[in-house]
T-cell receptor, first 113, second 111 residues
């Protein structure tokens, strides 16, 4: 296991379509985070899991966003009815326990046209 | 006021220069401090991780934390063109689950 893996790396979708991204964390890590990043900005928190439990979800997130982490392994992030403002880099990170080093994947770049 | 403030730059220095990158924060609960390097269109790469106050050195990189001033720094010695990237500071607290990020400082090291 060489690190956090995210798929796909790039996604172009039409406005109004649903998209789903996948994140495979480092195998022994029980914490998993999702962030969103736009050009020139730092990562913006979306949600995080400890094992399969979703412990926090950003209040900035609309109901169109949902994340799951079945069995505490990989996670998926779904965006329904995509809008142009959803265009961003979606980043996943994992850590072995709270407040230790968090390692990021390479991200999924979403473009909504 | 944002939880973490970071000057976005851009910062441009000649090869071999000492680079100083800084962040300030407002939440005294932060105890864990990280620096990430991010190349264009890539995910952030963890460079340094420190707990509470003090210094930590790793090769050409030194991280400093001053909790009394709520101020953290990353120093890069003998900077190289390959150091050209965006540097993000991040912080965490025992009572808060997420990482809090600055907006990043864009650094260019020219030969």
């Amino acid at each position: 296991d060489t690190g956090v893996s995210q798929n796909p790396r790039h996604k172009i979708t039409k406005r109004g379509q649903n998209v789903t991204f996948r994140c495979d964390p480092i195998s022994e890590h029980n914490r998993l985070y999702w962030y969103r990043q736009t050009l020139g900005q730092g990562p913006e928190f979306l949600t995080y899991f400890q094992n399969e439990a979703q412990l926090e979800k950003s209040r900035l997130l609309s109901d169109r966003f949902s994340a799951e982490r079945p069995k505490g392994s990989f996670s998926t992030l779904e965006i329904q009815r995509t809008e142009q403002g959803d265009s961003a880099m979606y980043l996943c990170a994992s850590s072995s326990r709270e407040n230790t080093e968090a390692f990021f994947g390479q991200g999924t770049r979403l473009t909504v046209v | 006021q944002k939880e973490v403030e970071q000057d976005p730059g851009p910062l441009s220095v000649p090869e071999g220069a000492i680079v100083s990158l800084n962040c300030t924060y407002s939440n005294s609960a932060f105890q864990y401090f990280m620096w990430y390097r991010q190349y264009s269109r890539k995910g952030p790469e963890l460079l340094m991780y420190t707990y509470s106050s003090g210094n930590k050195e790793d090769g050409r990189f030194t991280a400093q934390v001053d909790k009394s001033s709520k101020y953290i720094s990353l120093f890069i010695r003998d900077s190289q063109p390959s150091d050209s990237a965006t540097y993000l500071c991040a912080m965490a607290a025992p009572t808060l689950g997420r990482l809090y990020f600055g907006r990043g400082t864009q650094l260019t090291v020219w030969p």
